[in-house]
């Protein structure tokens, strides 16, 4: 019994690779994407970064390509999951699994799985292009820019299953999207530095993951060491993820009225 | 109670091991809500299903149950095989198994199709391979021949059989009365109540009747005659 339970896993997330890989256009997309845009990012910010400035502060080019590696892998991975989820609980297809010896955290970790190896590559790719191609930067390693990057994406992937319950359509479930994912943006100190913003706005940012994705990112971008700051930013990535992966453990019924 | 509204009302009723049920009535009147119970898919909001031996919808009998939806329930983004493997994968049995139950529903020629450019009958026919793979000892079939060609049809009843006679219980509903005399058992349904728990020959002898749509329907009036009575 519990023999089977590897093969369930292993079988699922096979299976989930296996329909992202027919669908060539959204693999394309997935890779491309965000290399592009901060290509076009690049562009925008070339004249810019001619001009003077304090001596050690970084390239505001610096600046946006690590928000963008940061903030990528959320977005997307955050939509396509919930619209993937969304489609399995209509379909019908989440309750036949369920039928089956098949067990909900096996199903959940599939998930995970199969679009953090997404996420990873686009990460990747992403990195590549912006550390050798485009002179990103950073004081830290570009090793721990694709670790957060990544955990940011399996954060994307716990929030989307989470939302995925509450859509009853895939119309609602790509309206989830602004919802969710842009209070994270506005307060987690991109536009307005955390500290500037009224108390109780700077409350609600502390219980926002994106926050502390990106302050991990810019504590790797300004000091060569992992500070203990961005360490501990990124369990608390990690865990809002686990915390999202488990809610949407406990939406996923087998029984149903 | 399903969608707020009474689906099944005092229901009780007991299917052979090793046999052939079928679940008979027009639609809406509870078919897919009594088969949802003994999958164990339905929360049921009064009384007691068990599935052998164990209360519906346990843990252990998800290896030997198998439920085919009146949609068909696979994945269009998936070739058949894969489909298929997958569902082999998920209750532990072999690649030879993946083959056999492909050729069982007439797929062989499809194995590599997608499965969105299937048409309707196919797909239906893939999802019955999906729950065959498994070898369940209980098979619960909602509709699983609509829209078939007749000769397909045969077939697949011929399987049923087949299953049945190597000791698989089959729960078979549908709609279509002519298909009621491969069924060794029958349960009429209408407006979620069994009006009537019997074989094709039993019923046929009660009522008189030569067809079993003429007999389903002198129950029916015999029902209401009694009930204005």
């Known amino acids: ?257 | 109670m399903r969608g707020g509204r009474v689906a099944l009302d005092n229901v009780t009723v007991q299917v052979a091991r090793g046999a052939i049920t079928g679940l008979l009535g027009p639609s809406g009147c509870g078919k897919t809500t009594l088969l949802r119970s003994i999958v164990g898919t339905q929360i049921v909001a009064g009384g007691s299903v068990m599935v052998l031996g164990s209360p519906a919808g346990s843990p252990e009998l998800r290896h030997r149950v198998g439920y085919v939806t009146q949609d068909p329930t696979i994945y269009p983004d998936l070739r058949v095989v894969d489909n298929v493997r997958y569902f082999a994968a998920l209750s532990g049995t072999d690649t030879h198994d993946v083959d056999e139950a492909i050729s069982a529903v007439g797929m062989d020629d499809h194995r590599k199709a997608l499965a969105t450019n299937l048409s309707g009958g196919q797909r239906t026919r893939v999802s019955l391979a999906c729950a065959l793979v498994a070898h369940p000892d209980l098979l619960v079939l909602d509709e699983p021949t609509v829209g078939l060609d007749p000769v397909l049809r045969v077939e697949l009843w011929d399987r049923f059989d087949r299953l049945a006679r190597s000791g698989t219980t089959l729960v078979v509903s549908s709609h279509v009365m002519d298909e009621a005399d491969h069924c060794e058992d029958l349960l009429l349904m209408r407006d979620g109540r069994v009006l009537a728990h019997s074989t094709p020959a039993r019923l046929r002898e009660d009522t008189g009747c030569q067809s079993l749509e003429e007999a389903f329907l002198f129950i029916i009036r015999r029902g209401t005659a009694a009930r204005t009575a």
């Open chain 1, 1 to 257: 019994m519990s023999a089977l339970t590897p093969r369930g896993y292993l079988a699922t997330t096979a299976r989930i690779l296996r329909q992202l890989a027919g669908d060539h256009r959204s693999v394309a997309m997935i890779l491309v994407a965000p290399s592009l845009i901060i290509t076009l990012m690049y562009f925008m910010f070339s004249d810019v970064s001619e001009v003077p400035r304090p001596p050690g502060a970084p390239s505001p080019f610096n600046n946006a390509c690590l928000i963008m590696l940061g903030v990528f892998p959320l977005i997307v991975m955050f939509l396509i999951t919930s619209i993937t989820m969304q489609r399995e609980r209509v379909s019908g297809t989440l309750e036949r699994i369920l039928t089956t010896p098949l067990r909900r955290l096996d199903l959940l970790a599939a998930y995970g799985t199969a679009f953090s190896i997404a996420a990873a590559a686009q990460a990747t790719l992403a990195c590549v292009v912006s550390f050798w191609l485009l002179g990103l930067d950073t004081a830290g390693s570009p090793v721990w820019v694709v670790v957060i990057a990544i955990v940011n994406a399996v954060l994307g992937v716990g929030l989307g299953l989470l939302c995925s319950a509450f859509a009853r359509t895939e119309f609602q479930a790509v309206q989830f999207m602004p919802l969710i994912i842009a209070p994270q943006l506005l307060l987690c100190g991109i536009i307005v530095p955390r500290a500037l913003l009224p108390d109780w706005l700077q409350w609600i940012s502390n219980v926002l993951p994106a926050s502390y994705a990106l302050e991990a990112l810019q504590q790797v971008g300004a000091h060569p060491e992992l500070t203990s700051i961005a360490v501990r930013d990124i369990a608390i990535v990690v865990g809002f993820a686990v915390l999202a992966l488990g809610l949407a453990a406990a939406t996923l019924r087998r029984r149903t009225p």
